[in-house]
């Protein structure tokens, strides 16, 4: 029950202070300048990762109202993401004026941001090999440091990739943390259940702004923000101790922006690209040039999202 409380106060947050966060964009020149490789064709408001911010953040601060201690991993997660939203927002700042933002401090604050979760959550401990006389491999400090920040930072770059259309990035990130609420709840892991479903509120209610035609987007602030909250989750969720099989949970759990986002980066680097470097590879640009339009090229992906979390739901009830 508690589940659905937070939920809907973090969709209720998000889309009511959106309209209000449109019109601040829109005084302040906020707005995100049409180029080559973008979809849009004329400026648009580019604060919505604000609001997400502002509704998952009020959702967290519900449920320790409502007496849930989220425990120390909650300082990572919530200064994590401050940290992220605030270094987006210079990226995104430089986006309005047409510049572009060096790539170097934002790996650094992702970098950080990741270390966080080490230090407060112990990252990824090690993983458990079924039918073996060693049963768990437990790994060094230094090697669960580094698996842990690569994962994360990883999936914030891919889903950061991933918002290219309207709706697109939100939608997914409803799918993705829902199903990551559904494995943390059989899991038994209620802190990050309750993390889960208000990332999945906050999402829907930007959705309400953002499915196309776009009212406002989330910019790097929001995309990196769900990126590091989507990483993070699974995690201290499911991977800080995770069997050879649950290892793929989180993975089919985004498989959209990662296996999207990995082949991107892997054709670049084979081409002899910075793996940072903007293109119209993607796959949502693949389905527009194929003929899609905007809304059914959402849809597929759409498709494609829920078919990968129902293989991760279908992998976590054969490893429970």
Known sequence: MYGVLIGLFAFAVTWLSVPFIMKLAIKWNFVDLPNSRKIHKKPIPLLGGVGIFLGFLAAVQLTKILGYNLGNANIAIISGSFLLVIIGLIDDYYKTRGK???????????????????????????????????????????????????????????FNFLDGLDGLAAGIAVISAATLACVALVKGELTSFFWAVALAGAALGFLKHNFFPARIIMGDAGSTL???????????GTMKSATVFSIFIPVFALGVPILDGLRVIIRRMLKGQAPYSADKTHGHHKLLQAGFSQIHAVMVLYLIGTCCSLISIVILLLDV
């Open 100 to 158: 572009d933002f060096p790539a170097s401090p934002r790996l650094l604050v992702q970098i950080l941001a990741a270390y966080l979760v080490v230090h407060f959550s112990d990252g990824i401990l090690g993983i458990s090999i079924p039918f073996s006389e060693s049963k768990f491999i437990s790994f060094s400090p230094g090697i669960s440091t580094l698996i842990t920040i690569v994962w994360i930072v990883m999936v914030i770059n891919v």
């Open 226 to 236: 769900i990126g590091f909250l989507l990483a993070s989750i699974s995690v201290i």
